[in-house]
């Protein structure tokens, strides 16, 4: 029932595959894309994929860079993958052990691997477990306890529990007898011990009272003169070794026995050195519980720095996911570890998974002879309109005319805005300098008009004057109005836009999160097509009032995978600035 399982190495090379009988269709279609999506990607928190009809199920081993990865349709309930893929990776590690620990990018290439009959062994085996059991059938009334009862069974049962109360007394009684025969001989032995006492000529205290007296006294001196509590003892268990007194491994003491910490008491003169190198981990697997009080302190920081909650989580399970297994260099701590793995995974999620090349895409339109598109939504009031006519500007600056489309019909003043927008724009490049043509025009029909029928007279109209781009800008809508986002859906069905932005907020949180889910599943509600139109970038704004909390970047970027194509830093039209991964994970990390 398994389509196919992979064995390959981080690097890329396969080490070992199976395809199942029938499947002519190659693996290697959805172990890229799991490679792209996920593992490179940093999502790797949770262990399941879905490419098509296929459901891909993996596991990464950190310590030998391998990477398990089995496919299965996705209309199967295989409940055994789990333990089947986990029972893999142990044989195949226990079998291949010498050849993984060698060093080099050869080792995979020069060494041969045969798991089948391995592998087969082991498929028999989790596909016999999981069979379902045969039902029991239901036994007949004759055969069941109620049929043998009887009218005099029910009375019985009753003197039995009189039976049963009078033998619990009976118990109680033996065992209050019980316990004063045994204080009888506890007082007994204590006589002979004092006897015993006298003999010895000790101040009536026996050999093992005088020592404990003695130790008192020595931890007394060690806690700052701390007494101990006259009815409370420690007890201590000592052997002698070479005729020296040493504590023993059983030693037994009474922590509450004393006043004072025991935790600022130290044996030895070890503390200086060792307690400078507890931290570090020399040539040892990281396990989980290992990372845990890292990882724990990793996400608070992280969502003190806005990123949203669920984001973080993801995140740090991703780490450990990504750590677990993999063995540590020697003077190297467990912080400074996880720390880097993070911060390495924060940079790569904020690189472009593909890439946005405005001003290459925009020549490429011109080249035939169509404008080049591009839509703007958004949730109320975070600078729509605003980064529109700084994005127009950036475009003016590099050689380009601009048609704005006044889409937003439903908020009052929103076309005269634009309007402002335009003269102030034509001002600084006036027409003058550009063949008498102005460089940014205004398309607006109104308001209470269809914003999808405004945008598709803007593209008939650039297409017709020579227009290089459309800037297409629509009203402000929250996630959850129904009405305006299937609007939404509709603009961008009908006129199919070159790019659709998202335009948020830098200083919200975990607000972020729903925004973009819910506008993505909007658009894909609402699109006739089997492939709808999502949201294919980001311009972050009002950049400039967080400081170092960039959180908001994070979630963005974690939810839909799309890059941040411009940040907003300032009120002029030329405060847009393209996004450095780096600085802003420096400033994430930033204690």
Not at 582 to 590: G, I, N, W, Y
Request: glycine share 8%; with cysteine.
């Amino acid at each position: 029932m398994l389509d196919f399982f992979a064995i390959f190495s981080k690097g890329g090379i396969v080490l070992w595959c199976f395809q199942g009988a029938g499947v002519t269709e190659s693996f290697g279609g959805p172990v890229n894309a799991l490679i792209r999506s996920v593992i490179l990607q940093e999502r790797s928190g949770n262990n399941s994929f879905t490419h098509n009809a296929l459901s891909l199920k993996y596991k990464l081993d950190n310590e030998f860079e391998l990477v398990f990865v089995v496919g299965f349709q996705k209309i199967l309930t295989l409940t055994y993958v789990d333990k089947f893929i986990d029972d893999v990776q142990l044989h195949f590690r226990d079998r291949y052990k010498n050849e993984l620990e060698q060093r080099g990018a050869l080792k995979f290439l020069l060494n041969n691997f045969e798991f089948g009959d391995d592998f087969h062994i082991l498929l028999r085996e989790a596909e016999g477990s999981s069979k379902a059991k045969a039902p029991v059938s239901m036994r007949t009334f004759n055969e069941s306890q109620k049929s043998q009862k009887t009218v005099k069974s029910m009375i019985e049962t009753k003197d039995g529990d009189k039976s049963k109360e009078q033998v619990g007394k009976k118990s109680k009684n033996a065992k209050k007898e019980g316990e004063k025969s045994g204080g009888d001989q506890a007082k007994a032995a204590a006589q002979t011990a004092s006897k015993k006492a006298v003999e010895t000529g000790n101040g009536g205290l026996t050999q093992e009272e005088i020592i404990e007296r003695n130790r008192a006294k020595f931890f007394s001196k060690q806690l700052g003169g701390a007494k101990p509590e006259k009815s409370r003892q420690v007890k201590f268990r000592y052997c002698r070794c070479n005729c020296q007194v040493s504590l023993c491994s059983s030693q037994l003491i009474q922590v509450d026995s004393m006043k004072g910490d025991l935790r600022d008491f130290k044996l030895g003169g070890f503390g200086g050195m060792f307690g400078m190198l507890k931290g570090l981990v020399g040539s040892k697997n990281l396990t989980q519980e290992d990372m845990e009080p890292v990882l724990d302190k990793m996400r608070d920081h992280l969502i003190a720095k806005n990123v949203a909650a669920e984001i973080a989580s993801q995140l740090c399970n991703s780490v450990a996911k990504k750590l677990e297994g993999k063995v540590m260099g020697t003077f190297t701590t467990v912080a400074s570890t996880v720390k880097q793995a993070l911060q390495d995974s924060l940079v790569q999620i904020l690189q472009p998974k593909r890439r946005v090349d405005i001003l290459r895409d925009v020549l490429e339109a011109r080249s035939q002879r169509k404008p080049f598109v591009i839509t703007f939504c958004g949730v109320n009031g975070v600078g729509k309109s605003t980064n529109l006519a700084k994005i127009s500007y950036w475009l003016i600056e590099n050689g380009f005319t601009v048609l704005i489309a006044a889409c937003d019909t439903f908020r009052a003043g929103a076309v005269e805005q634009l309007r402002t927008h335009q003269r102030r724009l034509n001002s600084l490049h006036p027409p003058e300098k550009h063949g008498g043509q102005p460089t940014v025009q205004l398309f607006e029909k109104g308001y209470g008009k269809d914003a999808a029928g405004i945008a598709m007279e803007a593209i008939a109209f650039a297409r017709n004057q020579g227009f290089d781009v459309v800037l297409i800008d629509t009203a402000g809508r929250m996630q959850d109005n129904a009405p305006l986002m299937t609007a939404l859906a509709k603009l961008i069905a009908v006129n199919t836009p070159d790019l659709v932005l998202f335009v948020g907020e830098a200083l919200v949180g975990n607000e972020a999160v729903d925004q973009l889910v819910k506008f993505n599943q909007a658009l894909a509600d609402h699109s006739k097509t089997d492939k709808p139109r999502l949201i294919d970038g980001i311009v972050l704004t009002k950049f400039d009032t967080i400081d170092d909390k960039v959180g908001a970047a994070i979630s963005m970027t974690y939810i839909t995978g799309q890059p941040i194509v411009f940040v907003g830093t300032g009120q002029t039209y030329s405060d847009l600035r393209s996004l450095n991964a780096r600085a802003v994970v420096s400033a994430l990390m930033k204690a």
